[in-house]
C-alpha cells in the first residue's frame, strides 16, 4: 500500500503553534481517514517553524466495496394500495436504487421502508483532496492571519504545498483571493544552510531528503539534539543547567536545525538575584543558564543559546546574544539598585494609582481588605500576639513590589522581589517570606507556602478576590474564567488541607461577604453562589486530587442534604479525613462488614419521624413496647454505642466508631432476620415508630461518618 505526504510550508510558525497544530493533527488526521474507512499503517506528524507534514504510511489505494442500510419512510406513507407513492419514489431516487430494491420492515415503531446499498469504494486520491483543505483550515489556534488579498487565514503565510502519493505527485490547490497555491514534490531546506529547493522523489523519503537539507522534521529529534548539545555545552564550562519544561518545549519548535552556542556576561551582574538573572536568560531571551553545580543556587558567568543559524558564525551569534543580554542585566541592575534606596513600605501609596478591577478600586484598597480578612483568620485561629504581627504587616505589604521599577519591567518577579525587597528593608524573616509565599500556588503542580504567615495571607488575598468578583456577578463560566477563581477556590482547599489550618469557611465567607455589602450596598451578598462554588471545588478536588470514588464524596458531602453541605464547609480538615478515612475502608474491606446493616437501616429509618441529631436511646425508644428479644439487644448496643460515637466527634477519629458499628451488626441482622427478627412496619403505630426510632438511631450513629445511602455496593 502506497504512502502518503503533505507538507504545508510557511513563514515561520509560532513555537506555540506548531506543538498545538501537531498534537490536532495527530488527534484528527486518523479519525477522518477511518471515517472513509481509509485506516493506514501508521501517521507520522511533524513540524518546525517553516512548516507542518504528516507522513502517512500504508495508506489504501482505495475504499473498500460495502453495503449499507438505509431506512426511509413509514411503510404507510411509502405505499398506498400496494402501489409506491411520492413518497417511496423520492426515497428511492435519493438512495440511486430501483423500487423493486425497496423492502418493508417491521421495527418497534411500526413498519418502515428500508433499502440495502451497495456502494463501490472511491479512490484514496479522491477523498484526500477534499480532506486536505479541512485538515489545513480546521486548525485551531490563536492570532490567525489574513495575507494578500484573499480570506484564506493561518497563524503565518502559506507559502508552498508539498502533496505526494508515494511518487506521484497529487494535485491540490488553495485559493486565496488573486492568487493560489499548487502543490509540488519541491520543498524549502534551511533557510540559512540550505537555501534551495528540495525536491521530493518519494513520500517515503521525506525526512531524508529534509536532513540533507539541515532540517530536523522530527521535534523528538530536534529535542534531543538540544539537551545532547546544552549538557555538553554545560560539561565544557564546569557547570550544569538544569531541566526547564517550558523552555526546552518553545526552543524545540524555534529551529530547524539546532546547534548550542555559548555565550558570556560580566561577573559583576551575578551580585543580582539568582532569579532577576534568570528570568532575563530564560523568559526574555530563551537562554539556559549554567550553574556551578546541580544544586542550582549560584550561576557562572555564562549562558547557553540554541541557534537556528550558520554553525561556523557562532561566534557571531554569540557575540549579539552577549550584547543583548548584557543591556537586559544592566537594566535589571539599574531597576534592582534604584528600588533599594527606598524601604518597601514606602510603595505603598503609589499602589493607589493602581486599578485591581475598575468597580473594586485600587490594588491599595484591596489590600486594606486583605488586611481586614488576614486579622480575622488570624484570629479565629487563636493565633500568638507575635504570629498576629506578622501577619498583619506581610498583609500589608503583599503588593508593594508591584509598583517597584524591578517588577514593572519583570511582572515575572513579583512576590520574589517582595521577599528581597523586604529582607533587605529590615522586616522579619518571615514577613519576608510570606512576600513571595502567598502568590502560591500559581498553578497545577506548584508547591503550596510552608510558612503560616504565607498561608494566612494567602488565603485572604483569594477569599477577597473571590467575594467581590462574584460580588459584582462576574461568576466563571465553562470556557471563561479571567480572575483565575476555580484556581484561586482551590488554593484555598488545598492550603487550608496542607497546613490543617482549623478554619470555618462558612462563617469566614459570611462575614467577608458582609463586609462587602456594607462597602457596595447597591450589590446583592455573593455568600450563597460562594458557598456552592466552594462545595463544587472540594467535590472536585476530592475525586481528582485525593482518588476519592466518587459516590464516597456524595457520602461525606451528601447529596442535597444542607447538614453535610455546612458541615463540610464549616470544617474543611474533617470532610477531608472523613472521604480519605471511608476510601481507606472501602479499600481494606472494612466498609463492607457494615455496609449491608447500616444501608438497609438508613432506608428503613426515612420512613419515620427521628431527628438526625439524636444519639441516645433513651428516651426516644421505649422498651416497655418490646416483643422480642432482638430488639433489646438492638437497644442495649446502642446504649455502647454512644460514647464512641461522641469519642469520634470530639476527636475525629473514626477508626472506632466504624469499630463499634462492625460489632453492632450481627444484632441488627438477627432484629431484621432470623427467629428472633421483628416487623419493624408493625400494624400497630406505637411499635412501628419504636422499630423505626431504633433503625433511625443506628443511622444518625453512622451519619456522624458518612450518608450511607448515598454509597453505592
Not at 537539507?213 to 534531543?224: G, L, M, N
Not at 510603595?347 to 475598575?358: C, I
Not at 438497609?600 to 421505649?622: C, K
Not at 448496643?637 to 460515637?645: H, R, W
Request: hydrophobic residues 40%.
Amino acid at each position: 500500500m502506497p504512502t502518503f505526504l503533505l507538507e504545508v510550508g510557511t513563514e515561520e510558525l509560532p513555537a506555540d503553534f506548531i506543538a498545538s497544530a501537531i498534537a490536532q493533527w495527530q488527534s484528527r488526521i486518523p479519525k477522518t481517514l477511518e471515517e472513509q474507512f481509509l485506516t493506514p499503517e501508521g501517521i507520522e506528524v511533524y513540524g518546525t517553524p517553516r512548516r507542518l507534514a504528516v507522513l502517512i504510511k500504508g495508506l489504501p489505494e482505495q475504499q473498500p466495496n460495502r453495503e449499507e442500510e438505509v431506512k426511509g419512510p413509514p411503510a404507510k406513507a411509502a405505499f398506498k394500495d400496494g402501489e409506491p407513492t411520492k413518497a417511496a419514489q423520492g426515497f428511492a431516487k435519493k438512495q440511486g436504487v430501483e423500487l423493486d430494491d425497496l423492502e418493508v420492515r417491521d421495527t418497534k415503531k411500526g413498519e418502515f421502508v428500508f433499502v440495502l446499498k451497495k456502494i463501490a469504494g472511491r479512490p484514496a486520491t479522491e477523498i484526500l483532496t477534499e480532506l486536505i483543505p479541512q485538515w489545513i483550515f480546521g486548525l485551531e489556534g490563536r492570532r490567525f492571519m489574513r495575507w494578500a488579498d484573499g480570506d484564506l487565514r493561518f497563524p503565518r503565510p502559506i507559502r508552498w504545498l508539498v502533496s505526494l502519493l508515494d511518487d506521484t505527485l497529487l494535485p491540490i490547490q488553495l485559493v486565496n483571493g488573486s492568487e493560489s497555491i499548487n502543490s509540488d514534490r519541491f520543498s524549502q531546506g534551511h533557510r540559512i544552510l540550505h537555501p534551495e529547493p528540495v525536491e521530493i522523489p518519494q513520500a517515503a523519503d521525506y525526512v531524508s531528503c529534509l536532513q540533507g537539507a539541515s532540517v530536523a522534521v522530527a521535534p523528538e529529534e530536534r529535542r534531543q539534539k538540544i539537551q545532547a548539545q546544552v549538557e555538553s555545552a554545560a560539561q565544557k564550562l564546569g557547570g550544569y543547567t538544569p531541566m526547564y519544561p517550558d523552555l526546552w518545549a518553545e526552543v524545540t519548535n524555534l529551529v530547524e536545525w539546532p546547534t548550542a552556542v555559548i555565550g558570556k556576561f560580566d561577573s559583576e551582574f551575578l551580585d543580582l538575584p539568582l532569579e532577576v538573572v534568570t528570568t532575563v536568560m530564560v523568559t526574555h531571551q530563551r537562554y539556559f543558564p549554567v550553574f556551578q553545580d546541580t544544586t542550582a543556587t549560584k550561576l557562572i558567568p555564562h549562558f547557553i543559546t540554541i541557534g537556528n543559524g550558520d554553525p561556523a558564525k557562532a561566534e557571531i551569534i554569540a557575540a549579539g546574544n552577549e550584547r543583548v543580554i548584557r543591556a537586559r542585566l544592566a537594566d535589571g541592575q539599574f531597576f534592582y539598585q534604584a528600588d533599594l534606596k527606598s524601604p518597601l513600605e514606602t510603595y505603598l501609596p503609589q499602589l493607589e494609582k493602581v486599578t485591581f478591577q475598575q468597580d473594586l478600586g485600587s490594588v491599595r484598597q484591596k489590600v486594606g481588605r486583605i488586611e481586614q480578612i488576614a486579622g480575622q483568620i488570624a484570629e479565629d485561629l487563636k493565633l500568638a500576639t507575635t504570629q498576629c504581627t506578622d501577619i498583619q504587616r506581610a498583609a500589608s505589604l503583599c503588593k508593594a513590589d508591584l509598583v517597584t521599577q524591578m517588577v514593572y519591567e519583570f511582572p515575572e518577579l513579583q512576590g520574589i522581589m517582595g521577599e528581597k525587597y523586604a529582607a533587605a528593608s529590615g522586616e522579619s524573616p518571615a514577613v519576608a517570606t510570606a512576600m513571595v509565599e502567598h502568590y502560591l500556588p500559581k498553578g497545577a503542580g506548584d508547591k503550596l507556602p510552608q510558612t503560616l504567615t504565607g498561608q494566612v495571607v494567602g488565603i485572604a488575598d483569594r477569599l477577597d478576590t473571590l467575594v467581590s468578583i462574584f460580588g459584582l456577578g462576574m461568576l466563571p463560566t465553562g470556557s471563561s474564567d479571567p480572575f483565575a477563581l476555580r484556581r484561586a477556590a482551590n488554593a484555598v482547599v488545598n492550603i487550608t488541607w496542607e497546613a490543617d489550618l482549623p478554619i470555618n469557611l462558612q462563617q469566614l465567607l459570611q462575614a467577608i461577604a458582609a463586609d462587602f455589602v456594607a462597602t457596595f450596598p447597591d450589590k446583592t451578598s455573593p455568600v450563597e453562589l460562594l458557598l456552592e462554588f466552594f462545595l463544587q471545588r472540594i467535590r472536585t478536588l476530592l475525586q481528582e486530587e485525593k482518588n476519592i470514588d466518587y459516590d464516597l464524596v456524595n457520602a461525606v458531602l451528601g447529596e442535597n442534604d444542607l447538614e453535610y453541605r455546612e458541615r463540610a464547609l464549616k470544617d474543611l480538615l474533617d470532610v477531608r479525613d472523613r472521604a480519605l478515612f471511608l476510601q481507606s475502608i472501602r479499600d481494606n474491606g472494612n466498609l463492607d462488614k457494615i455496609y449491608e446493616t447500616v444501608n438497609r437501616s438508613t432506608r428503613l429509618a426515612a420512613q419515620g419521624d427521628l431527628d438526625t441529631h439524636q444519639l441516645e436511646p433513651a428516651p426516644i425508644v421505649d422498651t416497655e413496647l418490646f416483643q422480642k428479644p432482638s430488639e433489646q439487644a438492638f437497644y442495649d448496643a446502642l446504649v455502647e454505642l454512644v460514647p464512641q460515637t461522641q469519642a469520634s466527634q470530639q476527636q475525629r477519629d473514626y477508626q472506632n466508631l466504624v469499630e463499634a458499628l462492625t460489632k453492632i451488626t450481627p444484632k441488627v441482622s438477627t432484629f431484621f432476620d432470623g427467629e428472633e427478627s421483628v416487623l419493624v412496619m408493625d400494624p400497630n403505630p406505637e411499635i412501628q415508630r419504636n422499630r423505626l426510632n431504633l433503625l433511625g438511631l443506628l443511622r444518625n450513629h453512622a451519619r456522624v461518618l458518612a450518608d450511607f445511602g448515598a454509597i453505592v455496593k
